[in-house]
């Protein structure tokens, strides 16, 4: 008998988290020494950075620490946006 496979929910969007993404003039070594540095392992937890490229995806709460610990690091923050497309 075939098992019937039950599909996986996908959450709504009031429960997705909401990205923003920082373009970044370094590479993903710097960037994640300058956020750990500065807002610590909890602060990584809770920004969730994803990098694509030199695009840096993180939560939308924390882009003021990010950007203040980026900048603090020496690292340039060229644009945010609020989707992929508008850095592009």
């Known amino acids: 008998m075939a098992e019937k496979r039950k599909k996986e929910k996908s959450l709504s969007p009031s429960l997705r988290e909401n990205k923003r993404y920082l373009l970044v003039d370094a590479n993903k070594e710097e960037v994640e020494k300058a956020i750990l540095d500065y807002i610590g392992i909890l ?24 950007k203040a610990g980026l900048l603090l690091a020496g690292i340039k923050v060229k644009r945010v946006s609020g989707t992929l497309k508008g850095l592009r």
């Open 43 to 66: 602060g990584w937890g809770k920004a969730a950075p994803v990098f694509v490229g030199k695009i840096l995806a993180i939560n939308r709460e924390l882009v003021n620490e990010v």
